[in-house]
């Protein structure tokens, strides 16, 4: 078993996509949440914590996935909120302990990247991939700096300016799709025609 937890940070409304994000298709037998918590328990992660909005969880549930022992879904009844908000909340189940943290509108994700980054953490505080110079996602953060998150009441603060005050490792990775980020439905199409 993985001794790892990720979060799967799915809980925003998705204003600019027009639809949530989770449930976009992935392909035809999965959509976009379907996919990575299928991915996540195949790499047999020991903890896989979903945050969702109250809307989504009420669609969310009867699903297959949800009733896996190592998969936690968490109510966020203010999604209105930061995405720090949620990030808490997830902690908050989690436990505080080394955690990957993985946008839903980031949805691919591999073994080889997360077995490089878990290999690279070290004593960095955080690693995030690099792909041609650009930072990307998912992004692991130590028990430390969990715990550190954790205790930010300031939930305001973007997470990438938070990891400035802390030692983070730059992962290079030869994968493009860590770049990937789908935020309107011309990058839903997009991804989709270049991913069929």
């Given at each position: 078993m993985n001794t790892n937890t990720v979060i799967i940070l799915a809980a925003g409304n998705s204003t600019r996509m027009g639809t949530p994000k989770a449930l976009l298709s992935f392909s035809?037998?999965?959509?976009?949440?379907?996919?990575?918590v299928a991915k996540y328990l195949e790499f047999r992660f020991e903890k896989i914590v979903v945050v969702l909005n109250p809307v989504l969880l009420s669609q969310i549930q009867p699903s297959g996935f949800a009733r896996n022992k190592n998969v936690l879904l968490v109510e966020n009844k203010h999604p209105e909120k930061s995405r720090n908000y949620s990030l808490h909340l997830g902690l908050t189940h989690a436990g505080v302990k080394q955690v990957f943290i993985q946008n839903i509108d980031n949805p691919l994700v591999s073994y080889e990247l997360l077995h490089g980054m878990d290999q690279a953490l070290g004593e960095h505080d955080y690693v995030y991939p690099v792909y041609n110079?650009?930072?990307?996602?998912?992004?692991?953060?130590?028990e430390k700096l969990a715990k550190k998150i954790k205790e930010n009441d300031n939930l305001d603060m973007p997470l990438n300016r938070f990891l400035t005050n802390f030692n983070g490792f730059r992962f290079t990775t030869t994968n493009p799709e860590v770049l990937i980020n789908i935020n309107t439905i011309n990058d839903y199409h997009a991804f989709i025609k270049n991913h069929k």
């Open positions: 035809e037998a999965e959509n976009f949440l379907e996919h990575l110079n650009r930072g990307g996602h998912p992004i692991l953060v130590s």
